[in-house]
Each structure stands twice: as C-alpha cells, then as structure tokens.
C-alpha cells in the first residue's frame, strides 16, 4: 500500500454489508483541489477525506473532505475511517484533526475486536428553521406540518455542519418519505446545508434516522456521522434529553446499509460520536 493510495472503508456498520462507504486518502500533501474533487467524484462515495498535511509528533492532522459534488466542511463518517486507518498505522490513541469547521478532537481504541473511533465535535450550535425555508422544506420531502411533532419542532442544527432535523410522529409517514432528487439538491445548495435529516423516536434514547442527500448516483446517505453530532444538539437545546446521556441513532436500511451510530451528549460544548470502520472488499 502506497501513502496516497485512495483506501475504501464503511463506517458505522451495523452488519457485514452495512455502514457508509467513505474514501481515505493518507497522504494528500502534493495533491491539487482539482484532483482531490476527481477522485471523489470517480469514487461516487458520499465523502472522501484526505489527509493534506503531515501528522505532526503530538498527533495534529490536517484534513480536507469532498463529495463528488463539491468540497464540503465536515464530514463524520469519513473521519471515523480516516481516525481507523492512521490508527492501524500509527497506533491507537488521540489525534486532532485540523477540519475546515474547525478542530476537531478524536480518541481511538483497541479492544481486541477491533479499532473504535470517537470523535467531539466542534462547539454546536442550533437555530429556528425561517418559515419561508420550512415550507419548501416539507414540500421538497412530500410532508406537511401536520407530519412534524410539535414537542420536537424544526430546527437547523449545526455541529461541524448544517443539518435541518425533522421529528415525524408517525413511523409509516417515516418509512414512507419521498422526495425529488433534483429539488432536494437544489434547496441544499441554497440553504447551505449538507444534508435533510429526518428522525422518528423508535424509545427515549433511540432515534431511527434518514438523511436526504442527492449527489452522483446517491439519494440518501447510509450513516451521518456530522449529522448524528447535529441531532445530539438539537435535541439538548431543546431540553428532549438531560445529559450527559447515551444515544443510539440507527440509519441506512431503508437503503440497504444498516448502520448505527452512538452519540454522547455532554451539558455543553461538542457532542461525541462512536463508530467502527471496516474494509470493503473490492
């Protein structure tokens, strides 16, 4: 294996066949813009991150991540398998990446099943949805008003990047969600968020969850590492849970990739993501 060889991972996997594609790329010091969104493009993965600067002696890593789209700012789940790859090189225990959202602290382990990676997001922050936005919100993803709890309304949620979150009260309104690509594309862009994220409560502290995310041939993506850090906030600012407190976010078998994410909600400051990465195979 080649420093600059684009590694394939699958964070957060629920099962064998599960979790969310991402590319690594370990050494990206000589590699142009143009060239760092081709591969993740050619790649068609939601994500692919590349480490773009050399780890320094304690651990700092400067680290970029594109989309076949575009570049975007944070990314969870490709940080989950880039934290998984450095460690089985270097060895577990913390490391900083340095994200263009900011600094973002990581923590690898090793219990003998494997290498776990936690990540803290940067500090979150969470603001009402503009009326104006909600409407084509719900109109993009086929809802009404009607479908959204009321104890748990609309928020966009920021932890490293932008997420709207929709609560919805019914679990066959939740695993029936619709949408146009194109029109959930486009009102993404404008709103500069990342992706739509849409949960039903399945118990206190379990949240199934989708997020609408058009690019390449993707339409939904399988494990939302910077989302599931947005839910926690969200649902912390809204006083929906009392830290700190443990929750399980499972996303992706609507689209075949069950994955399940675990997220620690502190009283303040980030919020922290568990997951695993593994291989895939070619």
């Known amino acids: 294996m080649t420093s600059d060889e684009v590694l394939r991972l699958a964070a957060f996997s629920a099962e064998p066949g599960g979790g969310n594609p991402a590319g690594v790329v370990l050494d990206a010091r000589d590699w142009t813009d143009e060239r760092m969104q081709q591969v993740a493009a ?35 789940h490709a940080t989950i398998a880039t934290a ?16 263009p959202a900011g600094p973002v602290e990581i923590v690898t382990s090793d219990d003998g099943n494997g290498i776990t990676a936690s990540f803290t997001s940067v500090e979150p922050h969470v ?15 086929h809802l009404t008003a009607d479908d959204v709890r009321t104890d748990l309304p609309p928020r966009v949620a920021y932890a490293g990047a932008r997420h709207p979150v929709l609560v919805l009260g019914s679990r066959e309104t939740f695993d ?4 146009i ?15 739509m994220t ?40 809204l006083g929906a849970v009392r830290p700190p407190v443990t929750l399980t976010i499972r996303q992706g078998h609507h689209v075949g990739r069950p994955s ?3 997220v620690d909600v502190p009283p303040t400051d980030g919020i922290t993501v568990t997951g695993t990465a593994v291989p895939i195979a070619d």
Do not use: K
């Open 42 to 76: 050619d790649l068609g993965f939601a994500e692919t991150a590349f480490v773009t600067g050399q780890p320094t002696s304690d651990r700092h890593v400067e680290i970029r991540y594109f989309s076949p789209h575009s570049e975007v700012p944070f990314c969870g």
């Open 84 to 99: 998984v790859a450095m460690a089985e090189q270097v060895g577990t225990g913390p490391l900083l990446f340095h994200t």
């Open 127 to 141: 603001r009402e949805l503009e009326p104006a936005a909600l409407d084509r919100l719900l109109s993009v993803l």
């Open 176 to 179: 029936g969600l619709t949408f």
């Open 181 to 195: 690509s194109r029109e959930a594309r486009d009102l993404l862009d404008e709103q500069d968020w990342v992706t």
């Open 198 to 237: 849409v949960l039903w409560q399945q118990d206190p502290l379990t949240y199934e969850a989708r997020n609408v995310f058009p690019v390449g041939e993707i339409t939904e993506d399988y494990a939302t590492g910077a989302a599931a850090a947005a839910t926690g906030a969200y649902l912390r600012s």
């Open 260 to 262: 399940v994410l675990r």
